[in-house]
Protein backbone atom coordinates (compact mmCIF):
# COMPACT_ATOMS: atom_id res chain seq x y z
CA UNK A 1 0.00 0.00 0.00
CA UNK A 2 1.47 3.30 -0.94
CA UNK A 3 2.65 5.57 2.35
CA UNK A 4 2.78 8.86 1.27
CA UNK A 5 6.15 10.62 1.90
CA UNK A 6 8.44 7.30 2.15
CA UNK A 7 10.31 7.60 -0.75
CA UNK A 8 13.91 8.88 -0.26
CA UNK A 9 14.57 11.48 -2.68
CA UNK A 10 11.22 11.33 -4.98
CA UNK A 11 9.32 14.45 -2.89
CA UNK A 12 5.23 14.65 -3.45
CA UNK A 13 4.61 15.81 -6.85
CA UNK A 14 1.82 17.18 -8.36
CA UNK A 15 1.12 15.09 -11.23
CA UNK A 16 -1.21 17.08 -13.39
CA UNK A 17 0.87 18.39 -16.28
CA UNK A 18 3.73 16.29 -15.78
CA UNK A 19 3.66 13.98 -19.31
CA UNK A 20 3.89 15.44 -22.03
CA UNK A 21 4.13 14.32 -25.68
CA UNK A 22 8.10 15.21 -25.59
CA UNK A 23 8.61 14.43 -22.26
CA UNK A 24 10.83 12.03 -20.79
CA UNK A 25 9.32 8.70 -19.35
CA UNK A 26 7.08 8.99 -16.13
CA UNK A 27 7.31 6.30 -12.77
CA UNK A 28 4.44 7.24 -10.86
CA UNK A 29 3.85 5.92 -7.06
CA UNK A 30 0.43 6.10 -6.18
CA UNK A 31 -3.07 4.71 -6.67
CA UNK A 32 -3.87 4.40 -10.54
CA UNK A 33 -7.32 5.12 -9.81
CA UNK A 34 -6.45 8.39 -9.05
CA UNK A 35 -3.39 9.03 -11.56
CA UNK A 36 -5.03 7.92 -14.20
CA UNK A 37 -7.58 10.63 -14.81
CA UNK A 38 -4.99 12.96 -15.24
CA UNK A 39 -3.39 11.35 -17.72
CA UNK A 40 -5.11 12.82 -21.57
CA UNK A 41 -7.21 11.01 -23.99
CA UNK A 42 -5.71 8.69 -26.67
CA UNK A 43 -1.79 9.19 -26.04
CA UNK A 44 -0.42 5.29 -25.46
CA UNK A 45 -0.60 2.78 -28.27
CA UNK A 46 0.00 -0.05 -26.21
CA UNK A 47 -1.28 -0.88 -22.87
CA UNK A 48 -0.09 -3.86 -20.49
CA UNK A 49 -1.33 -5.04 -17.54
CA UNK A 50 -1.37 -7.30 -14.96
CA UNK A 51 -3.52 -6.75 -12.08
CA UNK A 52 -3.49 -8.66 -9.02
CA UNK A 53 -6.29 -11.24 -8.32
CA UNK A 54 -7.29 -12.84 -5.01
CA UNK A 55 -5.01 -10.95 -2.95
CA UNK A 56 -6.69 -12.13 0.51
CA UNK A 57 -8.11 -8.78 1.20
CA UNK A 58 -11.39 -7.29 -0.14
CA UNK A 59 -10.58 -5.16 -2.82
CA UNK A 60 -11.86 -1.12 -2.50
CA UNK A 61 -14.87 -0.41 -4.39
CA UNK A 62 -13.92 3.07 -6.33
CA UNK A 63 -15.59 4.68 -8.90
CA UNK A 64 -13.33 7.20 -11.10
CA UNK A 65 -16.21 8.82 -13.62
CA UNK A 66 -16.62 7.63 -16.71
CA UNK A 67 -14.96 10.14 -19.19
CA UNK A 68 -15.87 10.51 -22.58
CA UNK A 69 -13.23 10.76 -25.35
CA UNK A 70 -12.90 13.28 -28.19
CA UNK A 71 -12.15 9.60 -30.28
CA UNK A 72 -15.51 8.56 -30.05
CA UNK A 73 -18.47 6.92 -28.72
CA UNK A 74 -17.80 3.47 -27.51
CA UNK A 75 -20.00 1.47 -27.91
CA UNK A 76 -19.98 -1.35 -25.22
CA UNK A 77 -19.30 1.04 -22.42
CA UNK A 78 -22.23 1.85 -20.45
CA UNK A 79 -25.13 0.50 -22.62
CA UNK A 80 -28.03 -1.78 -21.94
CA UNK A 81 -26.55 -4.74 -23.11
CA UNK A 82 -23.31 -4.02 -20.61
CA UNK A 83 -25.15 -3.62 -18.01
CA UNK A 84 -27.26 -6.09 -18.53
CA UNK A 85 -24.05 -8.83 -19.11
CA UNK A 86 -22.38 -7.35 -16.32
CA UNK A 87 -25.08 -7.82 -13.89
CA UNK A 88 -25.38 -11.11 -15.38
CA UNK A 89 -21.59 -12.22 -14.78
CA UNK A 90 -21.01 -10.69 -11.21
CA UNK A 91 -23.63 -11.76 -9.96
CA UNK A 92 -22.82 -15.60 -10.80
CA UNK A 93 -19.26 -15.43 -8.08
CA UNK A 94 -19.38 -12.51 -5.71
CA UNK A 95 -15.27 -13.09 -5.40
CA UNK A 96 -15.60 -11.59 -8.92
CA UNK A 97 -17.88 -8.97 -8.20
CA UNK A 98 -15.00 -7.47 -5.77
CA UNK A 99 -12.77 -7.96 -8.34
CA UNK A 100 -14.41 -6.50 -11.09
CA UNK A 101 -15.80 -3.54 -9.13
CA UNK A 102 -11.99 -2.52 -9.06
CA UNK A 103 -10.95 -3.76 -12.40
CA UNK A 104 -13.66 -2.19 -14.39
CA UNK A 105 -13.28 2.11 -13.91
CA UNK A 106 -9.62 1.14 -14.46
CA UNK A 107 -10.93 -0.53 -17.74
CA UNK A 108 -12.83 2.25 -18.94
CA UNK A 109 -9.36 4.72 -18.42
CA UNK A 110 -7.32 2.05 -20.25
CA UNK A 111 -9.77 2.29 -23.10
CA UNK A 112 -9.79 6.10 -22.82
CA UNK A 113 -6.37 6.34 -22.72
CA UNK A 114 -5.41 4.14 -26.14
CA UNK A 115 -4.74 5.64 -28.79
CA UNK A 116 -7.70 5.00 -31.84
CA UNK A 117 -5.15 2.30 -33.12
CA UNK A 118 -4.33 0.91 -29.91
CA UNK A 119 -3.97 -2.41 -28.08
CA UNK A 120 -4.79 -3.63 -24.83
CA UNK A 121 -3.12 -6.43 -23.39
CA UNK A 122 -4.72 -8.43 -20.23
CA UNK A 123 -2.67 -10.38 -18.17
CA UNK A 124 -4.51 -12.91 -16.03
CA UNK A 125 -4.65 -16.56 -15.21
CA UNK A 126 -7.63 -19.89 -15.68
CA UNK A 127 -9.47 -18.62 -13.04
CA UNK A 128 -10.40 -15.39 -14.22
CA UNK A 129 -9.87 -15.10 -17.47
CA UNK A 130 -13.60 -16.27 -18.81
CA UNK A 131 -15.69 -13.93 -16.48
CA UNK A 132 -13.04 -11.14 -17.97
CA UNK A 133 -13.89 -12.47 -21.67
CA UNK A 134 -17.41 -11.92 -21.44
CA UNK A 135 -17.26 -8.62 -19.97
CA UNK A 136 -14.68 -6.95 -21.96
CA UNK A 137 -16.48 -8.16 -24.65
CA UNK A 138 -20.10 -6.42 -23.64
CA UNK A 139 -17.12 -3.12 -22.59
CA UNK A 140 -14.88 -3.09 -25.53
CA UNK A 141 -16.88 -4.62 -28.50
CA UNK A 142 -17.09 -8.26 -29.05
CA UNK A 143 -15.46 -6.95 -32.60
CA UNK A 144 -12.38 -5.78 -30.52
CA UNK A 145 -11.17 -8.83 -29.25
CA UNK A 146 -8.49 -9.96 -31.63
CA UNK A 147 -6.11 -12.94 -29.32
CA UNK A 148 -6.33 -15.03 -26.29
CA UNK A 149 -2.49 -15.57 -26.15
CA UNK A 150 -1.94 -18.55 -23.76
CA UNK A 151 1.79 -18.44 -21.77
CA UNK A 152 2.82 -21.95 -21.04
CA UNK A 153 5.75 -22.31 -18.73
CA UNK A 154 6.66 -25.28 -16.97
CA UNK A 155 7.43 -24.72 -13.16
CA UNK A 156 6.47 -25.80 -9.87
CA UNK A 157 4.47 -28.71 -8.68
CA UNK A 158 2.18 -31.06 -10.14
CA UNK A 159 -1.44 -31.86 -9.06
CA UNK A 160 -2.57 -34.90 -9.04
CA UNK A 161 -5.85 -34.70 -9.14
CA UNK A 162 -6.42 -32.77 -11.89
CA UNK A 163 -3.88 -31.83 -15.07
CA UNK A 164 -1.66 -29.31 -13.31
CA UNK A 165 -2.34 -25.57 -14.42
CA UNK A 166 1.08 -24.51 -16.49
CA UNK A 167 -0.10 -21.45 -17.74
CA UNK A 168 -1.53 -17.88 -18.08
CA UNK A 169 -4.12 -16.09 -19.95
CA UNK A 170 -3.55 -12.75 -21.64
CA UNK A 171 -6.59 -11.17 -23.96
CA UNK A 172 -5.97 -8.63 -26.59
CA UNK A 173 -8.45 -5.95 -27.19
CA UNK A 174 -8.03 -3.41 -29.68
CA UNK A 175 -9.90 0.00 -29.74
CA UNK A 176 -10.39 0.10 -33.41
CA UNK A 177 -10.66 -3.62 -35.15
CA UNK A 178 -10.54 -1.93 -38.64
CA UNK A 179 -7.30 0.26 -37.63
CA UNK A 180 -5.38 -1.22 -35.12
CA UNK A 181 -1.35 -1.02 -35.17
CA UNK A 182 0.15 -4.51 -35.43
CA UNK A 183 3.50 -4.84 -36.97
CA UNK A 184 4.34 -9.21 -36.94
CA UNK A 185 7.18 -8.39 -39.13
CA UNK A 186 8.64 -6.56 -36.19
CA UNK A 187 8.21 -9.34 -33.70
CA UNK A 188 11.52 -11.72 -33.31
CA UNK A 189 10.50 -15.25 -34.81
CA UNK A 190 11.21 -18.64 -33.12
CA UNK A 191 12.40 -21.95 -34.06
CA UNK A 192 10.27 -24.01 -36.19
CA UNK A 193 8.88 -27.41 -33.52
CA UNK A 194 10.13 -29.56 -36.19
CA UNK A 195 12.39 -27.90 -38.38
CA UNK A 196 13.21 -31.34 -40.44
CA UNK A 197 9.88 -30.63 -42.08
CA UNK A 198 10.42 -26.97 -43.59
CA UNK A 199 13.39 -25.80 -45.89
CA UNK A 200 16.50 -25.29 -44.57
CA UNK A 201 16.00 -21.63 -45.75
CA UNK A 202 12.61 -21.64 -43.15
CA UNK A 203 13.92 -23.45 -40.90
CA UNK A 204 17.35 -21.29 -39.97
CA UNK A 205 14.61 -17.82 -40.37
CA UNK A 206 12.51 -19.53 -37.73
CA UNK A 207 8.41 -18.92 -37.53
CA UNK A 208 6.15 -16.29 -35.95
CA UNK A 209 5.10 -17.09 -33.13
CA UNK A 210 1.50 -18.05 -32.56
CA UNK A 211 -1.43 -17.03 -29.74
CA UNK A 212 0.65 -20.05 -27.92
CA UNK A 213 3.47 -18.58 -25.96
CA UNK A 214 6.28 -21.12 -24.79
CA UNK A 215 8.37 -19.21 -22.43
CA UNK A 216 10.52 -20.23 -18.93
CA UNK A 217 9.25 -17.80 -15.61
CA UNK A 218 12.02 -15.46 -15.10
CA UNK A 219 14.84 -17.73 -14.04
CA UNK A 220 16.01 -17.63 -10.38
CA UNK A 221 19.68 -16.73 -11.06
CA UNK A 222 19.05 -14.72 -14.24
CA UNK A 223 19.98 -11.47 -15.04
CA UNK A 224 16.48 -10.10 -15.12
CA UNK A 225 15.58 -11.13 -12.02
CA UNK A 226 14.93 -8.67 -9.44
CA UNK A 227 13.24 -10.42 -6.45
CA UNK A 228 9.78 -8.92 -6.99
CA UNK A 229 7.77 -11.46 -6.07
CA UNK A 230 5.02 -11.52 -9.13
CA UNK A 231 7.23 -10.26 -11.57
CA UNK A 232 6.86 -11.24 -15.35
CA UNK A 233 9.48 -12.62 -18.02
CA UNK A 234 10.36 -9.90 -20.48
CA UNK A 235 10.50 -12.30 -23.10
CA UNK A 236 6.93 -12.57 -23.16
CA UNK A 237 6.37 -8.78 -22.58
CA UNK A 238 8.90 -7.85 -25.49
CA UNK A 239 6.16 -9.32 -27.90
CA UNK A 240 3.73 -7.76 -27.10
CA UNK A 241 5.69 -3.96 -27.18
CA UNK A 242 7.13 -5.45 -30.46
CA UNK A 243 3.86 -6.11 -32.30
CA UNK A 244 1.59 -3.22 -31.00
CA UNK A 245 4.23 -0.50 -30.95
CA UNK A 246 6.64 1.24 -33.16
CA UNK A 247 9.96 2.88 -31.68
CA UNK A 248 9.08 6.29 -30.22
CA UNK A 249 5.76 5.19 -29.38
CA UNK A 250 4.18 5.90 -25.80
CA UNK A 251 3.38 2.71 -23.95
CA UNK A 252 1.76 2.26 -20.81
CA UNK A 253 1.62 -0.40 -17.85
CA UNK A 254 -0.61 0.81 -14.18
CA UNK A 255 -0.29 -2.15 -12.42
CA UNK A 256 3.66 -1.50 -13.22
CA UNK A 257 5.47 -4.00 -10.29
CA UNK A 258 8.87 -4.54 -11.08
CA UNK A 259 8.82 -2.48 -14.29
CA UNK A 260 9.14 -4.89 -16.44
CA UNK A 261 7.53 -3.28 -19.55
CA UNK A 262 9.27 0.07 -18.75
CA UNK A 263 12.60 -2.42 -18.80
CA UNK A 264 11.44 -3.55 -22.58
CA UNK A 265 10.41 -0.33 -23.86
CA UNK A 266 13.34 1.24 -23.28
CA UNK A 267 15.66 -1.50 -24.58
CA UNK A 268 13.31 -1.30 -27.74
CA UNK A 269 13.29 2.75 -27.78
CA UNK A 270 9.72 2.83 -26.48
CA UNK A 271 8.57 5.83 -23.80
CA UNK A 272 6.70 4.46 -21.07
CA UNK A 273 4.35 5.72 -17.91
CA UNK A 274 4.68 3.05 -15.27
CA UNK A 275 2.38 3.61 -12.54
CA UNK A 276 2.04 1.52 -9.32
CA UNK A 277 0.82 2.09 -5.69
CA UNK A 278 3.73 -0.34 -3.15
CA UNK A 279 7.05 1.77 -2.39
CA UNK A 280 8.75 -1.43 -2.59
CA UNK A 281 7.49 -1.70 -6.52
CA UNK A 282 8.92 1.98 -6.81
CA UNK A 283 11.94 1.61 -5.17
CA UNK A 284 12.81 -2.00 -7.69
CA UNK A 285 11.77 -0.37 -10.89
CA UNK A 286 13.81 2.59 -9.82
CA UNK A 287 16.94 0.48 -9.38
CA UNK A 288 15.93 -1.43 -12.52
CA UNK A 289 15.39 1.20 -15.18
CA UNK A 290 18.38 3.35 -14.14
CA UNK A 291 20.90 0.32 -14.99
CA UNK A 292 19.13 -1.08 -17.42
CA UNK A 293 19.78 -1.16 -21.36
CA UNK A 294 18.83 1.49 -23.83
CA UNK A 295 18.90 3.58 -20.81
CA UNK A 296 16.15 6.96 -21.48
CA UNK A 297 15.32 9.69 -19.01
CA UNK A 298 13.06 8.93 -16.31
CA UNK A 299 11.19 11.05 -14.41
CA UNK A 300 9.86 9.59 -10.77
CA UNK A 301 6.89 11.33 -9.14
CA UNK A 302 5.64 10.87 -5.94
CA UNK A 303 1.76 11.16 -6.71
CA UNK A 304 0.49 11.01 -3.39
CA UNK A 305 -1.30 14.36 -3.94
CA UNK A 306 -2.79 13.73 -7.37
CA UNK A 307 -6.41 12.13 -5.72
C1 LIG B 1 0.92 -8.81 -10.47
S1 LIG B 1 1.78 -7.38 -10.00
C2 LIG B 1 2.46 -6.79 -11.53
C3 LIG B 1 3.79 -7.42 -11.85
C4 LIG B 1 4.44 -6.85 -13.09
N1 LIG B 1 3.75 -7.25 -14.30
C5 LIG B 1 5.90 -7.26 -13.17
O1 LIG B 1 6.34 -7.83 -14.20
O2 LIG B 1 6.62 -7.03 -12.21
C6 LIG B 1 0.47 -6.26 -9.69
C7 LIG B 1 0.90 -4.91 -9.15
O3 LIG B 1 -0.24 -4.07 -9.04
C8 LIG B 1 0.00 -3.15 -7.98
N2 LIG B 1 -1.30 -2.56 -7.60
C9 LIG B 1 -2.35 -3.16 -7.01
N3 LIG B 1 -3.36 -2.29 -6.87
C10 LIG B 1 -2.94 -1.10 -7.38
C11 LIG B 1 -3.51 0.19 -7.51
N4 LIG B 1 -4.76 0.44 -7.10
N5 LIG B 1 -2.79 1.18 -8.10
C12 LIG B 1 -1.52 0.94 -8.53
N6 LIG B 1 -0.92 -0.27 -8.42
C13 LIG B 1 -1.61 -1.28 -7.86
C14 LIG B 1 0.66 -4.00 -6.90
O4 LIG B 1 1.41 -3.19 -6.00
C15 LIG B 1 1.53 -4.93 -7.75
O5 LIG B 1 2.85 -4.44 -7.84
Redesign the pocket.
Known sequence: M?RRGKISGVSAHVLEGSWNPDGPSLVVL????A?LPKLPDAVFRMI?????FN?GRVQ?RETVGTVRSAAGDRIGFAGQSYATVRRGVIGYDDRFEHYWS?LEP?LEQAWRLLSPDGTLYL?LDYREVHYAKVLLDALFGRDCFVNEIIWAYDYGGRARRRWPPKHDNILVYVKDPAAYYYDCEAVEREPYMAPGLVTAEKAARGKLPTDVWWHTIVPTAGREK?G??????EGI?RRMVQASSAPGDWVL?????????GAVAQAAGRRFVL????D??FE?MKRRLDSGAGRVPVSYLDAGGAG
Open positions: HGDNAVYIDPPTRFRHTYPTQKPVDFFAGSGTLIDESHAV
